[in-house]
């Protein structure tokens, strides 16, 4: 067996017999790995705070024919207040969600993994969560190859100017319609002149800058409709994790 030492966000456990633990990583330089922690679940085991969820660690492991296996783990940021605060533990439960269902084991793409641990570390911040979900949205859908088209028709590729009210948003088509493409688009969203730039601008922003967007809960409402209808097509079924956010949030 090889060993490797590696940087992961624990992004899904399972418990596996009466000690042990899968857990389901998102590694900075091996992308999804499947690992068992073994005795993890017994008090004061050496594994037992890097197998917690969300937990960051630095980790030594061992690449197994079926599964790999966590040797010794030390943890960078625990982030406990993803899992003391159930509205953060709602949406981080749903950004690790989409992470797992997104990606492939054993492909590296060391930028989502640099981008969810700055986006649970700005998570920290209050009344930031929605806005940070937005952003790790399309920021991952970009990373991953699966960028929404934001700055060209996608039906004729024009260069999206302002348009009023008339764009629309097709999650098939893959991106923003102008208004003479969009006949026969069935499944094509109304898009407001307001969630369009909110769009754009998160697309292109730089994670420091989200404390000065001001997003009136319309269009902020608007913008995860959007994406929620765009990240569902690409999925064979819905996230789990959604059902737990709405009710955490009071909201569908």
């Known amino acids: 067996m090889a060993l490797y030492r590696t940087e992961a966000v624990v992004l899904r456990t399972h418990n596996l017999g009466e000690a042990d633990k899968i857990l389901t ?13 073994r005795g993890s679940r017994r008090p004061r085991n050496h594994l037992m705070g890097v197998s917690q969820l969300f937990t960051h660690s630095g980790m030594l492991i061992f690449k197994g024919k079926n599964l790999d296996s966590i040797s010794q783990g030390s943890i960078i940021n625990a982030w406990l207040f993803l899992r003391e605060d159930l509205l953060k533990m709602a949406y981080a439960s749903y950004i690790v969600e989409l992470v797992d269902k997104l990606t492939e084991e054993y492909d590296p793409n060391e930028r989502v993994y640099s981008l969810l641990v700055s986006v649970f570390d700005q998570m920290q911040k209050d009344d930031l969560e929605a806005i940070l979900t937005r952003f790790f949205e399309l920021h991952f859908l970009r990373l991953i190859g699966l ?10 590729d024009t260069v999206l100017t302002s348009a009023g009210n008339q764009l629309r948003f097709s999650p098939r088509e893959g991106g923003v319609l102008c208004p003479n493409c969009q006949g026969g688009r069935s499944d094509a969203l109304s898009l407001s002149q307001g969630a369009y730039q909110v769009m754009r601008w998160l697309s292109a922003a730089n994670i420091d800058r989200l404390t000065v967007l001001q997003m009136p809960k319309p269009v902020e409402q608007e913008v995860e409709e959007m994406l929620r209808n765009f990240i569902n097509f690409h999925l064979q079924r819905p996230l789990k994790s959604l059902e737990f956010l709405y009710t955490i949030r009071g909201t569908s």
Do not use: I, S, W
């Open 147 to 156: 960028k929404p088209q934001l700055e060209r028709c996608v039906g004729c």
């Open 25 to 37: 990583l998102f590694t900075r330089n091996r992308g999804k790995v499947r690992a068992v922690a």
